[in-house]
C-alpha cells in the first residue's frame, strides 16, 4: 500500500472495520491464495465448506456470508420468507429496546417492522405471542443492560415456535461462541464476523445454526437472483474462512486472554504517573469480550492525542468507543509481536512532552 500513500496503522483499537478487521495468520493467507488459482463449482463448493464448518463448529448447518451485517440480512430473510421465497408484507422482527443499534437496518432493509420490547418477560411474551417473523438478540455485555438473557429469550420465543438469532459478531474470543448459543441454548442461529476474532478475510461472515434456516439462507443468496445476489461469497472468502475457523479451534484460547491482560498490566504499569494521566484496567472489552484493556483519563484534549498518535511516526490507533469524552482505551487484540511496546513508547513520549496542549 506504500506506493499510494497509505501508511499502515498500529492497532490499539480493535477489530473495528474502519481499519481492516483483523490480520490473517499464514495459513489463511496460502488457503485464499490457492482458491484463486482455479476455477470451481461454487454451489458445489460453498456447500462443502459450509458442512466442514457445521462439523467443526458443533451446528446443523453453517453458510459463509459476505460480513456479519450481511449475514444478520439473510438470517432475517430465511425467518420471514417459506421456501416459496415470498416476502409477507408486514412480518415483524421483534428486538429489545436497550439493543437497538446502527447494525438494525441490516433488518430493516427487508421491509420489516422493529418491534421493540422492554426487558420483561410479560412484555416478550407478548410480542412474540403476535406471530413476529423472529427475535433477534445481541450478545455481549455493552448489550446487556437492558434486555433478557438469551436463555430467557429462547425458552419463551420456544414456546410460540418463534426463531431467535443472535448476532455475536464481535464476541470471539470466546471461540465457544461458534456454538454456545445455539448447540448449547437452543437458539436457531448465531451471527459471527469472520473477519474479527477469527482472524479470517474482513469480508466474510458466518451465519451457524438449525439447518431448516441456513436451507432458507442458501436460497436467497448468489449466484441465485435473489435479494443476497449482491451479497456475493467468492472462493476466495470460502476457503479463507473455513482455515481462519480451522486455525483459531486449534489455539490456546488461555493463554492467549493471558497474553493479553500481561500486555495490559505492562501498559498500566508503564503509564502511571504521567502528568495528567489516570490509568486503570478496563473490563472487559468495549465489545464485550472477556479480556482486559488499559482506560487513560486525561487532562488535555482527548481527541487531540488521538489525532497527534494517528499523525505520528508510526501511525497508531486507539480507542474511544463507548468512553467519557476525556478517555481513551488500548486494546492489545490487534497486537502484533511487539507492537504494544512501541504502543507505549509513543504515548509517554507525547503525554510527556506536552504536544497539542
Request: negative net charge; charged residues 20%.
Amino acid at each position: 500500500m506504500n506506493p499510494l500513500g497509505v501508511r499502515p496503522v498500529i492497532n490499539a483499537n480493535a477489530t473495528v472495520t474502519v481499519l481492516g478487521g483483523s490480520l490473517m495468520p499464514p495459513p489463511v493467507l496460502q488457503a485464499m491464495v490457492d482458491a484463486a488459482a482455479q476455477f470451481v463449482d461454487l454451489p458445489e463448493l460453498n456447500q462443502r465448506v459450509g458442512e466442514r464448518l457445521a462439523e467443526l463448529t458443533h451446528n446443523e448447518a453453517a453458510y459463509v456470508t459476505s460480513g456479519a451485517a450481511a449475514a444478520i440480512t439473510l438470517a432475517v430473510a430465511a425467518s420471514i420468507t417459506t421456501d416459496s421465497q415470498a416476502f409477507p408484507v408486514a412480518a415483524e422482527v421483534v428486538m429489545f429496546a436497550s439493543q437497538r443499534n446502527g447494525y438494525d437496518y441490516s433488518a430493516r432493509l427487508l421491509g420489516v417492522r422493529v418491534v421493540e420490547v422492554g426487558a420483561s418477560e410479560e412484555e416478550l411474551r407478548a410480542a412474540v405471542g403476535r406471530g413476529p417473523a423472529c427475535v433477534l438478540w445481541f450478545a455481549g455485555a455493552h448489550y446487556a443492560r437492558g434486555a433478557l438473557p438469551i436463555e430467557d429469550v429462547v425458552r419463551v420465543a420456544g414456546e410460540y415456535g418463534v426463531p431467535v438469532l443472535v448476532d455475536a459478531a464481535a464476541q470471539i474470543p470466546p471461540v465457544a461462541s461458534l456454538w454456545r448459543f445455539t448447540r448449547d441454548v437452543g437458539a436457531d442461529a448465531v451471527i459471527v464476523s469472520g473477519g474479527k476474532g477469527l482472524r479470517g478475510p474482513q469480508a466474510s461472515g458466518l451465519v451457524l445454526g438449525k439447518g431448516w434456516l441456513v436451507d432458507r439462507v442458501r436460497a436467497h443468496t448468489s449466484p441465485l437472483h435473489e435479494i443476497g445476489r449482491g451479497m456475493k461469497v467468492g472462493k476466495e472468502e470460502l476457503m479463507g474462512l473455513l482455515a481462519a475457523v480451522e486455525w483459531t479451534l486449534q489455539q490456546d484460547e488461555g493463554e492467549l486472554l493471558a497474553g493479553y491482560e500481561r500486555i495490559v498490566d505492562n501498559w498500566i504499569v508503564g503509564l502511571q504517573g504521567l502528568p495528567g494521566v489516570l490509568v486503570e484496567r478496563g473490563y472487559p472489552s468495549e465489545a464485550g469480550q472477556p479480556h482486559s484493556r488499559a482506560v487513560l483519563r486525561l487532562a488535555r484534549d482527548r481527541d487531540t492525542v488521538v489525532q497527534l498518535l494517528f499523525d505520528g511516526d508510526p501511525r497508531i490507533s486507539v480507542g474511544t468507543y463507548g468512553l467519557p469524552d476525556d478517555a481513551i482505551a488500548l486494546n492489545p487484540q490487534t497486537l502484533e509481536p511487539g507492537e504494544e511496546k512501541v504502543v507505549l513508547d509513543a504515548l509517554v513520549r507525547l503525554l510527556s512532552s506536552g504536544d497539542g496542549e
